[in-house]
């Protein structure tokens, strides 16, 4: 059969307004969009445009936004940047256990420098309590940094509550919307959070540019230094083409974000049903309330089937045995490890995670390929 793509979690395919959007701005606004010409003037509009459809999708003013290479940078920007900026106030840092590297690593590397952290575990459903972070917070705390939805298990973490409490306390508040924005709506009022950050192919826009939402008041300084691109806080000439490839993809998803819900959750239950009619034991790593996961996300073990084994037997579909980034490690998941999942089970889950572009009949034919294939590999 032809391939079945169900990896959107890694990278969502371009679809053609923003293959479009991106083609338009190599060929005619080349120019760099800090020129004062008119070529540079046209390559700013570009720029600003996106800016716009960006801030519409997240419900930010523009002028919040500031992009940048992508999601790791765009985390490390509000890790760094605002820590140093606040390090007289404090140097404790709160985050869960299961965050993205570009957050846990960013904060190992503080702690390096004197800060203090504290990683407050999940339950096992992969969601941390609310209370339980927020008792963690300390009069020195400055920094809370909580991911919106987990990228292996699609866990939703109760941001809004935590942001509420942290920065009522003047506490600034981060949180990774990298996997969320463009599969479930997203607003960074409702949110409460100060710091929000995007990637553009985990939404349908081209890799190698993203974007942090940074709330007007906000201390942080840049991360990088340079020129004064980006209201001095991420300098570098601005990548025109792939922030108009973003700004398509944003456009693109608030047309669509309704049905993108609806649809990707039709998807994922058709193939947990399927899959569970043929092998009623397979395991869901995460919450089991559809509710509390991102609609397009499952993570699944096949009790006693390696997921390396499984990748490279079943044939047909793309999926994922954990995170994209280090999915090669053969090392058991640590944010399933985190969960309490024992390291057996850990290394059999595979991600599945679907998009705007799979059908009901795909998600049939992905439960057959799957189930076939960890029988035949049990039954070797």
């Not at 941390?128 to 909580?146: F, N, Y």
């Not at 209201?231 to 047309?255: D, M, Q």
């Not at 309330?289 to 997921?307: E, H, K």
């Amino acid at each position: 059969m032809s391939l079945i793509y169900l990896d959107h979690n890694s990278t969502a395919p371009a679809p053609p307004e923003v293959v479009e959007a991106v083609r338009r701005a190599l060929a005619e606004t080349w120019a760099n969009p800090v020129s004062s010409h008119g070529a540079g003037r046209a390559a700013r509009a570009v720029v600003e445009d996106a800016r716009t459809q960006l801030g519409a999708l997240l419900g930010a003013p523009a002028d919040t936004l500031l992009f940048t290479s992508g999601g790791t940078e765009a985390d490390n920007l509000a890790v760094f940047g605002a820590t140093r900026a606040r390090a007289a106030d404090g140097r404790h840092i709160v985050i869960s256990n299961v965050e993205h590297p570009a957050v846990d690593e960013a904060v190992r590397g503080l702690e390096g420098m004197g800060f203090r952290a504290t990683r407050v575990p999940v339950g096992p459903d992969g969601r941390v309590e609310a209370e339980r972070l927020i008792a963690a917070l300390a009069p020195d705390t400055i920094l809370v940094s909580l991911m919106l939805a987990q990228n292996e298990t699609g866990a939703l973490q109760p941001v809004r509550e935590v942001a509420r409490a942290a920065r009522a306390l003047g506490i600034t508040v981060h949180t990774d919307a990298a996997q969320a924005v463009g599969k479930i709506p997203v607003d960074v009022e409702d949110l409460c959070v100060d710091l929000l950050t995007v990637a553009g192919h985990k939404m349908y826009g081209p890799k190698g540019v993203g974007a942090l939402y940074v709330r007007p008041g906000t201390k942080l300084q840049p991360y990088l230094v340079g020129a004064s691109h980006e209201r001095g806080l991420r300098p570098g000439t601005e990548n025109t083409p792939g922030i108009a490839g973003l700004g398509a993809a944003a456009a693109l998803a608030r047309r669509e974000i309704g049905e993108r819900v609806r649809h990707a959750r039709t998807l994922t239950t058709r193939l947990l049903e399927a899959t569970r009619a043929t092998w009623p034991d397979v395991r869901l790593q995460g919450p089991a309330d559809p509710g509390q996961r991102l609609p397009n996300t499952v993570n699944i073990a096949f009790p006693g089937v390696r997921s390396d084994h499984l990748m490279a037997e079943v044939e047909g579909l793309a999926i994922s045995g954990g995170a994209a980034c280090h999915s090669g490690s053969p090392e058991p998941s640590r944010v399933l490890l985190a969960m309490g999942v024992d390291a057996e089970t850990a290394r059999c889950a595979v991600r599945i995670s679907v998009g705007r572009g799979n059908s009901e009949a795909e998600m049939q034919l992905a439960a057959t390929a799957l189930t076939s294939a960890a029988g035949r590999l049990l039954n070797r």
